[in-house]
């Protein structure tokens, strides 16, 4: 039995020794293998160094290239499925060298992957460098590597949200259609090339999609997978729409290129101004916000400054909290200076002469003279005052008598003028009633008249005719304008004394301040001079007739008593 077991442990130890011969140690797997590419990229066909470390000391590696990424542990053939097996059987340092665990080599970039499941060429793009020991496909060491040669270029490189990009670029696999991306989406070529050529080279053009402020990826991406990238910087925009409006007026305003989810400030001209946010995202704040994309839109009323009193170009700016601006331009139409009346006049409700008349003023020049006029036949200046700092007066005057309908009332600063109408009444006023002289009262050469006062809110003046009949087709004399109810003629308007049968008339009317005039008072008669003038003719011849009787008769006694 012993013997048994003695020979049982020889003939193990003969096969162990055969199997060892034929079947090298697979060597432990070491802390820390690496491998590092000098340089980390290159184009197809360019040498590169390749170094690795902390590997088993005398092991035999394997270098793969493959454009599947994997980690270490993952195995070529099963995550890694297109490769190229670069080279075999390179030599781990021994423990005795001076660099133990390490090796030096070299590759050139493939220009086809055909080692694994199936062929496929090299491009443009991220690859990868991959180490298994001889015996094993577990991956123990990875570097990335870059195959570099295809470059696009970007006209322009900056820009806002909406800039029209032209794309050129070059070393693509020929005849392959292209795709554009932009931050890893997809977006459209609106024109040019949607393959590349023989030369594998391109030209086609793309817009900037909605996207937050700073550096984007633009890269082509090809059929075999080539993908070359640059940057593009969005800067921040805004658009005022419409840009002319009045003040008082809507002004939407739209923005792009900012920070995302963050608040905007609207400033005018200097000033911070009250907004109105439309967007989605703003739904829970009182301001206006940025949505994912750093885009916002919103509105605000054109403010009343005393800037925009003659029209011009103002600035708007918006502010994201990261204190990205951008601005534009927003002409702002001239507000139109304007005056109204107090108290307000029309048809229905007219003024009178006489009447206290403010003006009011807005939007002229700034701390300025303005003159008032009124047009009444001549253009009379009836006020003048001077504007505040905001463009704004107010003064008062007095309405001078003129016809009846509108009138003019203009305020000017010498570059605005402006002009509204005031209405003046049309009322006839009442028919003044005769007092002195009485009819066919005779009177003084210096004779006095007088009438009852009549009242108008416009003022009343008299006229007052004496005529030489009672059509007044002779005029004796006239007063015009008096401003009492009574007259006295004076030492030179003395009348002269007049007969029976041709007495003087008068009579008298009123017009108020917009000349509207009452009707002639009757014609009334009066004489000038004694009483006798006044007595009928065949009274008189009467008269005369008993006084030559009478002294006959008392002739007649006289001399009969002289007789006795």
Same mark, same amino acid.
């Given at each position: 039995?012993?013997?048994?077991?003695?020979?049982?442990?020889?003939?193990?130890?003969?096969?162990?020794?055969?199997?060892?011969?034929?079947?090298?140690?697979?060597?432990?797997?070491?802390?820390?293998?690496?491998?590092?590419?000098?340089?980390?990229?290159?184009?197809?066909?360019?040498?590169?160094?390749?170094?690795?470390?902390?590997?088993?000391? &005398?092991?035999?590696?394997?270098?793969?290239?493959?454009?599947?990424?994997?980690?270490?542990?993952?195995?070529?053939?099963?995550?890694?499925?297109?490769?190229?097996?670069?080279?075999?059987?390179?030599?781990?340092?021994?423990?005795?060298?001076?660099?133990?665990?390490?090796?030096?080599?070299?590759?050139?970039?493939?220009?086809?992957?055909?080692?694994?499941?199936?062929?496929?060429?090299?491009?443009?793009?991220?690859?990868?460098?991959?180490?298994?020991?001889?015996?094993?496909?577990?991956?123990?060491?990875?570097?990335?590597?870059?195959?570099?040669?295809?470059?696009?270029?970007?006209?322009?490189?900056?820009?806002?949200?909406?800039?029209?990009?032209?794309?050129?670029?070059?070393?693509?696999?020929?005849?392959?259609?292209?795709?554009?991306?932009?931050?890893?989406?997809?977006?459209?070529?609106?024109?040019?090339?949607?393959?590349?050529?023989?030369?594998?080279?391109?030209?086609?053009?793309?817009?900037?999609?909605?996207?937050?402020?700073?550096?984007?990826?633009?890269?082509?991406?090809?059929?075999?997978?080539?993908?070359?990238?640059?940057?593009?910087?969005?800067?921040?925009?805004?658009?005022?729409?419409?840009?002319?409006?009045?003040?008082?007026?809507?002004?939407?305003?739209?923005?792009?290129?900012?920070?995302?989810?963050?608040?905007?400030?609207?400033?005018?001209?200097?000033?911070?101004?009250?907004?109105?946010?439309?967007?989605?995202?703003?739904?829970?704040?009182?301001?206006?916000?940025?949505?994912?994309?750093?885009?916002?839109?919103?509105?605000?009323?054109?403010?009343?400054?005393?800037?925009?009193?003659? &029209?011009?170009?103002?600035?708007?700016?918006?502010?994201?909290?990261?204190?990205?601006?951008?601005?534009?331009?927003?002409?702002?139409?001239?507000?139109?200076?304007?005056?109204?009346?107090?108290?307000?006049?029309?048809?229905?409700?007219?003024?009178?002469?006489?009447?206290?008349?403010?003006?009011?003023?807005?939007?002229?020049?700034?701390?300025?003279?303005?003159?008032?006029?009124?047009?009444?036949?001549?253009?009379?200046?009836?006020?003048?005052?001077?504007?505040?700092?905001?463009?704004?007066?107010?003064?008062?005057?007095?309405?001078?008598?003129?016809?009846?309908?509108?009138?003019?009332?203009?305020?000017?600063?010498?570059?605005?003028?402006?002009?509204?109408?005031?209405?003046?009444?049309?009322?006839?006023?009442?028919?003044?009633?005769?007092?002195?002289?009485?009819?066919?009262?005779?009177?003084?050469?210096?004779?006095?008249?007088?009438?009852?006062?009549?009242?108008?809110?416009?003022?009343?003046?008299?006229?007052?005719?004496?005529?030489?009949?009672?059509?007044?087709?002779?005029?004796?004399?006239?007063?015009?304008?008096?401003?009492?109810?009574?007259?006295?003629?004076?030492?030179?308007?003395?009348?002269?004394?007049?007969?029976?049968?041709?007495?003087?008339?008068?009579?008298?009317?009123?017009?108020?301040?917009?000349?509207?005039?009452?009707?002639?008072?009757?014609?009334?008669?009066?004489?000038?001079?004694?009483?006798?003038?006044?007595?009928?003719?065949?009274?008189?011849?009467?008269?005369?007739?008993?006084?030559?009787?009478?002294?006959?008769?008392?002739?007649?006694?006289?001399?009969?008593?002289?007789?006795?």
């Amino acid at each position: 039995m012993k013997c048994y077991r003695v020979f049982c442990g020889v003939a193990l130890g003969i096969i162990f020794a055969l199997l060892m011969a034929v079947f090298p140690t697979i060597p432990v797997h070491a802390e820390g293998e690496l491998i590092t590419l000098y340089p980390a990229e290159g184009e197809i066909g360019e040498k590169i160094d390749i170094e690795g470390g902390g590997f088993g000391e &005398g092991s035999y590696v394997y270098i793969y290239f493959s454009g599947d990424a994997a980690n270490e542990g993952d195995d070529i053939d099963g995550e890694v499925t297109h490769y190229k097996l670069l080279e075999r059987n390179i030599r781990v340092s021994e423990e005795t060298s001076l660099h133990p665990g390490e090796f030096n080599t070299y590759f050139k970039v493939p220009e086809e992957l055909d080692d694994g499941e199936s062929r496929e060429d090299v491009h443009c793009g991220d690859y990868y460098v991959y180490a298994t020991y001889r015996t094993s496909k577990d991956i123990i060491a990875v570097a990335r590597f870059a195959v570099i040669g295809c470059k696009i270029e970007l006209a322009p490189e900056e820009g806002t949200v909406g800039t029209e990009v032209k794309v050129s670029g070059e070393g693509l696999c020929s005849n392959k259609e292209i795709t554009a991306r932009y931050d890893d989406s997809e977006v459209d070529i609106i024109s040019g090339d949607t393959r590349s050529d023989e030369e594998g080279q391109f030209v086609c053009t793309i817009i900037v999609p909605e996207s937050t402020v700073g550096n984007h990826i633009i890269a082509v991406v090809d059929e075999s997978g080539s993908k070359p990238e640059t940057g593009f910087c969005v800067k921040p925009a805004i658009t005022v729409n419409p840009s002319l409006q009045a003040v008082d007026g809507i002004v939407n305003i739209r923005g792009t290129g900012f920070e995302g989810r963050e608040r905007i400030t609207i400033v005018l001209d200097g000033g911070e101004i009250f907004t109105t946010p439309v967007t989605l995202y703003t739904s829970l704040h009182t301001s206006l916000h940025t949505n994912y994309y750093g885009s916002f839109n919103g509105s605000f009323i054109v403010p009343p400054y005393p800037a925009y009193v003659g &029209g011009g170009t103002g600035k708007v700016k918006a502010y994201d909290d990261s204190f990205n601006v951008a601005e534009s331009e927003l002409t702002v139409v001239a507000i139109p200076a304007s005056i109204s009346l107090c108290p307000t006049t029309s048809l229905a409700s007219p003024g009178h002469a006489g009447m206290e008349l403010t003006v009011d003023g807005t939007w002229f020049i700034a701390d300025t003279t303005v003159t008032i006029t009124y047009t009444s036949g001549d253009i009379l200046t009836v006020a003048t005052a001077r504007t505040s700092e905001s463009g704004d007066f107010s003064v008062t005057f007095t309405v001078p008598p003129s016809a009846v309908g509108g009138h003019a009332v203009t305020a000017t600063d010498g570059t605005n003028r402006v002009t509204t109408i005031f209405t003046m009444e049309s009322e006839t006023p009442p028919m003044p009633v005769p007092r002195l002289p009485e009819v066919t009262a005779t009177v003084e050469g210096e004779t006095y008249f007088d009438w009852e006062d009549v009242t108008d809110p416009s003022d009343i003046t008299y006229v007052l005719q004496i005529g030489a009949d009672s059509d007044f087709a002779v005029i004796v004399l006239e007063k015009e304008g008096l401003a009492a109810s009574e007259y006295t003629l004076t030492e030179e308007e003395k009348l002269e004394s007049s007969e029976k049968e041709m007495p003087y008339y008068w009579r008298v009317k009123a017009i108020d301040g917009a000349f509207n005039e009452s009707g002639w008072t009757a014609p009334s008669a009066f004489y000038v001079g004694t009483s006798w003038v006044s007595i009928p003719t065949w009274i008189r011849y009467i008269w005369i007739g008993l006084g030559i009787s009478l002294a006959a008769i008392l002739i007649f006694r006289m001399r009969r008593r002289v007789s006795e």
